[in-house]
């Protein structure tokens, strides 16, 4: 109890210095953050939207609505409990802003750097049992990411911040994707969603929360 106590006071300090963080200046938005819980699963996004700084959760406007709901299906966890048991990281913390075709930028090389300790030093934190990056900017910054269709529905073994973990992929939800609405990655979402549902971590995360509605009930 009293090392629990511990890694939340250290996740704590993490973000509430994380929050502070000005380095990227091209950046268009302070970072956005999921808030600082304890968890043996980290989901590791892109980069928050245009929405997210303003509502102040990452996954706060449609990818999100279908990133939770692929977890209400597959695993049986609501959006609350999602949010209120994985730890939210995400390659890069704010906004980068549009292109001049109106797209989300994707975060430049240096931001990556930039905010790249941000993740390590959480990895190092938590030490996760299981790492669920989405879409493939995030996949890219544990594994070779050329072809999705190669890593969307397996399970890896992979070492970030001197410590290992699995690591399960999954395509972005963006609606602006029609991959994993298609043949393979349709069939691929759903074995990564499976991969997850049956990991040892994320069983535990069900069973903690049953084991916590059955005391409320019974109080
Ligand atoms: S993107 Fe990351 S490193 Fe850059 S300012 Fe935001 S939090 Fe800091």
Redesign the pocket.
Known sequence: MVARSRIQARLDDHIAQ?VQ????PR?QS??VSGGAVLSDVMLIGQ?PGPREPVLQRPFAHTAGKTLFRWFEESCGLSESTVRSTIYFAAV???FPGKTSGGDDRI?APD?IR??S??MNDEIKILRPQLIIPVGRLAIAQFIDCTKLEEVIGHKFRAERAQHSFDLIPLPHPSGASPWHKVLPGKKLLKSALNLIARHPAIRALRAERQLARRTQRSQ
């Open positions: 994380l963080c000005r380095r990227c950046m302070t970072p980069a890069c913390r704010c975060p931001e930039n905010c300790s941000w």
